[in-house]
């Protein structure tokens, strides 16, 4: 059979043609979507906090209550108005850091039951009082195996003190010796808590477990069973700053506030006894601030969760850096011109309305870190 040379020839043009007007569904390129969330490196914001916040702040905290110890063995020794007042400060400085380290209350603060140890608060002082009145003598053995509600921090301050009702100016002659002894047994058992405290973060916390790590490697090598991942850690960051904003906003300030003068309720006053509970309170959401910029007061900047936030979203990143200050802000101005206690301020018609301003800067933070912060976990691509 013979082919006709043009017939075929257009037939070829015509294919040649229809390939090149129209490509097959195999041929299509195709368009990926954009990936959604956002991208962010966080192991230098891991170790940054992990070694320069907390385990710094622990490391501040056991050191101070060497110092504290050290200055009620001297008050002991020593039983001048200089040395009280030496202890009544060592007592507040070493306080800072315990506070602040309320912003990352978790791991082995909370398994190894230090916070209660530490800071059971109401003091049981009906207890505490019948101690004194029945004993010769104390010593820290005896004292650690007691219930956390004589012994801590607010033994220490009741003795240090006084009831805080009329003042906190206790004076060297309404101490006696048994109190100084008691104070100093205390101060013992304290230390050993807070060595326990920075051990646990910083060494192999279970001799009989081969290779127990320390609890801030946990942190730095997630992939573990206590944290699977990187966004593990992050979570539990966060959940620590949300935790201590709600407790100071609706517990530590709010409770004793009540809903008027007549419902306020003094007695729910942490660190009555030394006039301390702003500072508490101020200190609190200063470890806020410590965790969410990553470092201290007055240090060069380092990597914090506000980078983790700004990845995400600047202007949220600023917003709630700008919260946490006012909080601070509102909360420092409650005491006033006059210098108001927290104990009187919740009767004052007009401490009170600062009162308020500060539980209501500590909600929109609380919400801001709830609602805004925290969900920023479901957009991370790790």
Not at 93 to 103: I, K, S, T
Not at 194 to 202: E, G, K, R, Y
Not at 251 to 260: D, V
Request: glycine fraction near 4%; charge should be negative.
């Amino acid at each position: 059979m013979k082919f006709n040379k043009s017939i075929l020839a257009v037939a070829v043009s015509a294919m040649f043609i229809a390939s090149c007007g129209s490509s097959s569904s195999t041929d299509k390129t195709v368009v990926e979507p954009e990936p959604s969330g956002f991208a962010f490196e966080a192991t230098e914001l891991i170790t940054n906090l992990t070694n320069d916040v907390i385990v710094a702040g622990y490391q501040s905290l056991n050191d101070k209550a060497e110092l504290f110890l050290l200055s009620t063995q001297t008050l002991v020794n020593t039983p001048t108005a200089e040395n009280l007042a030496m202890a009544q400060q060592a007592w507040k400085d070493v306080r800072v850091p315990w506070e602040q380290g309320e912003a990352h209350i978790f791991g082995p603060v909370d398994a190894l039951s230090i916070d209660p140890h530490l800071d059971t608060w109401p003091l049981n002082t009906s207890d505490l009082e019948e101690l004194l009145a029945s004993q010769s003598s104390f010593s820290a053995d005896e004292l650690s195996s007691w219930n956390d509600d004589v012994q801590g921090f607010h033994t220490m301050e009741f003795l240090l003190f006084g009831d805080g009702v009329s003042d906190n100016n206790k004076e060297i002659d309404e101490m006696t010796a048994l109190e100084r002894e008691y104070l100093a047994a205390s101060a013992e058992v304290f230390k050993k808590h807070t060595q326990t405290l920075f051990d646990a973060w910083t060494v192999a916390n279970d001799p009989n477990i081969e290779n127990s790590p320390a609890y801030k490697d946990l942190l730095l090598t997630p992939d573990n069973e206590v944290y699977s991942s990187q966004l593990g850690v992050i979570e539990e960051l966060i959940n620590g700053m949300i935790g201590i904003v709600d407790e100071v906003g609706n517990g530590k300030i709010a409770e004793p506030f009540g809903t008027s003068a007549e419902t306020s309720d003094t007695s729910k006053v942490e660190s009555q006894y030394s006039w301390n509970s702003l500072m508490d309170f101020t200190d609190n959401i200063q470890g806020v601030q410590n965790v969410y910029r990553g470092e201290f007061p007055n240090q060069t900047d380092q990597t914090g969760l506000i980078d983790f936030v700004n990845a995400a979203d600047a202007e949220l990143a600023t917003r709630v850096d700008n919260e946490i200050v006012d909080a601070i802000m509102k909360i420092k101005a409650i005491a006033g011109d006059n210098y108001l206690p927290f104990r009187q301020a919740i009767t004052d018609v007009e401490a009170r309305e600062r009162i308020q301003s500060a539980i209501d800067a500590l909600t929109t933070l609380q919400a801001s870190l709830e609602s805004d912060v925290l969900i920023l976990l479901q957009d991370w691509q790790q």
